[in-house]
């Protein structure tokens, strides 16, 4: 707040000026397009400034991951069942067979034990590759368009579908929406989530053409019953056999349809077009990137809502002139002066994954046990491949109550120090984590001394908190790293479990 | 007459509390003054038995974990058709507790190990109700869960007891219930009582629902609590409704809850309750009961039910398993009265499914359908409720359901929550009378 504007929130589009670009800015930038970073990238990045910056994160310009893990995941776990298997279950069923069905069912039941050990298993694999990527702004998006097009394994229980829709998200993750819809419309684990998968000319199925509409390109309102009734029409046949798209011919319904205010003979794709060309269309995706990178709409009626508005109908404009790709609007957004206003910055509450992820980026902790760090995040509230509803995460202030709190200060202590609230990690003492190369910059930062505890606490909560902190918060550190005797590893610890256990911590 | 523990507050300490109210009245929500009123108050004061007030009334669910064996848990002693499927494992009839002559009762009895329950049922204190399932059962222990916690036979959406809590808060300022509304005993909460916007508390024991980084060395405490002062000053000062403030809030709500919780959960129980880790659980709900929590679901549970192989008969496995059932909600039940608050607290147990009928080639019994459910407290309607399922009429050698398990729920829910089940549960479930009037 040191740096409030006295002249009110600017809302322009306008790229920020270089020379308004400093710490708090890279910082800023670091944890929204990311998950944040330790006070040595945030240096570099504020040496960059905005533009590069920028085109360095938005351009993809780390080296890709390539993991073996993805190869180890088996696609055939949830194979349906052959022709022969099912005349041989059909069989035991007319004869009663009960041991036979007894041996089915078991064998059943023992694939999908296996392949919920694999979702599992993806899901580290996930948690691992946003710890580690050079590509956070990547991670970022899919994890965006994850909540945006939210699909559950609990409906369709298919690892194999979960993680193609996931690498689905990554590859177009800044590419041309328009493409991503017709991907979706496409996508087994969506066809399945949604039911799409039976939907047939004589009987269409219309919750993904309902859902296509609401939550994924239109919003509320931006459409009527029978557009939902006609764009089911246009989608019956779109299905999928074992992991691949299908489109059945013979259940595709090709009479004549009137759907968004024109007619013809539509499928799914002409169903995509229809949308893309709305105007509703483009500022829906304006304002859940808005919400997404910058932050919840203010109340409506108010002057900041209508001048949020505004913003927002400059993305969209944006994005309408470039043929709804993503890049160039996030590099509108990402450079503007309203991105990086003081009232924007700090003024959004962690998802776990910002969290939990963000933790080990910026403070470059240990990543410990994955399977403890998902766990976790399942009781926070944010189950990555299980999201509540297909309306995706709430965010914002429904991650908070007074269980998710504790879960995520303890979260923060078991990173920086092992600890678990019920004991230690076993591997707690081999995986030691040394903050000491967080302070190594200090002095060339002209923060400040390292020796010295108000100096090293004025530092960290800087980087770790954002911002100046509040006298009595740096009074806090500053006597707790006084009364430890010495600035090293076991008292810089002990601080950053203290700060990270301060409520503002879980602010970006 | 409620049991109040002795003086539970030091001068200090209600002083202390005294300034968090003053100072937290203006921006603290409104469940944080229905906390800090019980605060005020000595434990309990608050909350004394108020009868007719919904608000006081509470409900314990206990999960049994991996589908129990109902037909070795309410026997059917008198139908040679159990010992013809279920000759290994069969409970014989001199050994069942029969629940006596008449209607439903004849030639059915609790298992030999259940002597807490049949104590419960002859004080009239407990209903059991027979063959509850829900139409194309699901086999699958984690999608069968799923039914039943959301209460959807698709096993999709929010958890019945949250969406009751979204129901019962919709209205009210602070927009939610306080988190304390429900307790889990366990690593996380149950689906059951994740609401859209209700989130439950969840903790294994009281000492985990607070922050860690207090054991790491004493040197952390006074930081802390220095941090936390901060933000009773800063909640105090903010004027602001912003995410900053939001957070400072529910950072105060949380450590009084801790505290409160914490508090309860340390003090004695009444009664001696047997070494088992459900008889833990539920010897800390009685606590935070006693101590006036303002908690109107608790949850905890037991697992070890999946019992395909050797499951045994009136010895063995099972019967271990319903001994620690029976016994433990036999000494809470016992706790509740020394406390005076056996009339608000009623308590049902549930398993995600029954076994089938004919047991397998191993001395147990795979996964089946429909199962008896038991509801206890002085107010239910004792006695079975709804027939015993046949053992002859199956569906692929499973029992048919003869009440729908959503009938439970809505009973539970208008005659004992009283709040209305179909805002719950989407439409009416009628049938099923399970609380006096």
């Known amino acids: 707040m040191a740096d409030q504007d006295r002249a009110g929130p600017t809302y322009s589009l306008r790229p920020i000026d270089r020379k308004d670009f400093g710490l708090d800015h890279a910082r800023h930038l670091l944890w929204r397009a990311g998950f944040g970073g330790t006070p040595s990238q945030v240096r570099l990045i504020a040496d960059w400034g905005p533009q590069k910056a920028v085109d360095h994160l938005l351009d993809f310009q780390g080296p890709a991951e390539e993991t073996d893990e993805t190869r180890a995941f088996d696609p055939s776990i949830m194979q349906p069942p052959s022709a022969e298997q099912r005349a041989v279950i059909q069989n035991a069923r007319r004869k009663q067979n009960e041991d036979e069905l007894a041996r089915i069912r078991l064998e059943r039941q023992r694939r999908e034990q296996s392949d919920r050990g694999q979702i599992a298993h993806v899901r580290r694999w996930w948690l691992k590759r946003m710890v580690e990527t050079a590509r956070p702004l990547q991670e970022k998006l899919t994890l965006f368009w994850h909540g945006h097009f939210a699909t559950s394994y609990r409906t369709i229980e298919n690892s194999w579908h979960m993680f193609r829709q996931n690498q689905l998200f990554r590859e177009h993750a800044a590419g041309n929406f328009g493409d991503l819809l017709r991907a979706i419309i496409r996508d087994p684990a969506m066809i399945a989530y949604l039911d799409n998968n039976d939907s047939r000319k004589e009987k269409p199925n219309e919750n993904l053409a309902r859902e296509l509409m609401e939550l994924f390109s239109l919003g509320v309102g931006n459409y009527s019953e029978d557009d939902i009734k006609e764009g089911a029409r246009a989608l019956t046949g779109y299905s999928f056999q074992y992991n691949d798209f299908k489109f059945y011919k013979d259940r595709h319904d090709t009479n004549n349809k009137h759907l968004l205010g024109a007619s013809g003979n539509f499928d799914g794709d002409d169903f995509v077009r229809l949308i893309l060309a709305r105007p509703a269309c483009s500022k829906f995706i304006a304002t859940k990137l808005y919400r997404f990178f910058v932050s919840e709409l203010p109340p409506k009626g108010t002057p900041e809502f209508r001048a949020v508005e505004g913003v927002i109908a400059g993305l969209a404009a944006e994005l309408t002139g470039a043929k709804y790709e993503i890049k160039p609007v996030l590099r509108k957004l990402l450079q503007s002066d309203h991105f990086y206003d003081s009232s924007v910055r700090l003024a959004r509450i962690k998802s776990p994954t910002e969290l939990v992820i963000g933790a080990v980026r910026s403070l470059n902790t240990p990543v410990r046990d994955l399977g403890v760090v998902a766990d976790a995040m399942d009781l926070m509230g944010q189950s990555l491949f299980f999201p509540p509803s297909v309306k995706g995460w709430d965010g914002e202030r429904s991650w908070i109550n007074t269980s998710t709190l504790f879960v995520r200060q303890n979260m923060l202590t078991y990173l920086v120090t092992g600890k678990t609230p019920t004991g230690y990690d076993p591997l707690a003492a081999d995986d030691e984590y040394d903050p000491m190369p967080l302070i190594e910059g200090m002095t060339r930062d002209e923060a400040g001394s390292p020796t010295s505890p108000r100096d090293v606490a004025r530092y960290l909560l800087r980087y770790v908190l954002g911002e100046t902190a509040p006298t009595p918060r740096l009074n806090i550190i500053t006597d707790f790293l006084t009364s430890s005797g010495a600035i090293d590893a076991q008292s810089l610890r002990g601080a950053l479990a203290l700060i990270t256990a301060m409520p503002e911590y879980q602010l970006c | ?437």
């Open chain 2, 1 to 437: 007459m409620n049991f109040l523990p002795e003086n539970p507050y030091t001068r200090r300490a209600f002083l202390h509390r005294g300034l968090t109210l003053a100072s937290a009245s203006v921006t603290i929500p409104w469940f944080l003054h229905a906390g800090a009123a019980a605060i005020a108050a000595p434990d309990g004061a608050a909350t004394k038995s108020r009868p007719g007030i919904p608000d006081d009334r509470i409900l314990v669910v206990v999960q049994l974990a991996g589908g129990n064996d109902g037909l070795n848990t309410v026997i059917p002693f008198g139908d040679a058709e159990y010992y013809r499927a279920r000759p290994g494992i069969g409970v014989m009839a001199n050994q069942v507790l029969k629940l006596g002559k008449g209607q439903s009762a004849d030639g059915i009895g609790l298992h030999p190990r259940l002597t807490g329950l049949k104590e419960l049922y002859d004080e009239g204190a407990l209903a059991i109700v027979q063959g509850v399932g829900y139409p194309n059962p699901n086999r699958s222990h984690f999608k069968s869960m799923d039914i039943w916690q959301t209460a959807d036979t698709g096993g999709t959406g929010d958890g019945w007891l949250g969406r009751y809590f979204d129901n019962q808060c919709s209205g009210e300022p602070g927009g939610g219930c306080p988190g304390h509304a429900g307790i889990a005993l366990g690593r996380a909460a149950p689906l059951a009582m994740q609401g859209h916007k209700y989130k439950p508390i969840a903790f294994e024991t009281a000492e985990l629902f607070r922050w860690s980084g207090l054991d790491l060395d004493d040197s952390m405490r006074e930081p802390y609590s220095q941090i936390e002062r901060g933000v009773e000053t800063d909640s105090g000062n903010t004027g602001r409704d912003n995410a900053a403030s939001f957070l400072m809030r529910t950072a105060l709500d949380a450590r009084i809850a801790s505290e409160r919780i914490r508090k309860a959960v340390d003090s004695t129980p009444l009664v001696q309750y047997p070494g088992n880790p459900l008889a833990r659980q539920l010897a800390m709900v009685a606590s935070m009961i006693r101590h006036g929590l303002e908690t109107r679901v608790y949850y905890v549970s037991i697992s070890g039910f999946d019992t395909h192989a050797g499951q045994g008969g009136a010895q063995g496995g099972h019967a271990n398993l319903l001994g620690q059932v029976g016994d433990s909600l036999a000494a809470f039940s016992k706790d509740l009265k020394a406390q005076g608050n056996d009339g608000r607290v009623l308590t049902m147990t549930f398993s995600e499914f029954g076994r089938r009928v004919a047991q397998n080639g191993s001395g147990g019994t795979d996964h089946g359908t429909a199962a008896p459910m038991f509801i206890m407290g002085p107010m239910v309607r004792p006695g079975l409720t709804g027939r015993h399922p046949s053992l002859k009429d199956l569906d692929e050698g499973d029992l048919k359901f003869g009440t729908d398990f959503r009938s439970v729920y809505a009973s539970i829910l208008d005659d004992w929550m009283k709040t209305d089940a179909r805002k719950v549960l989407g439409r009416p479930f009628p049938g099923t009378k399970l609380i006096k009037a």
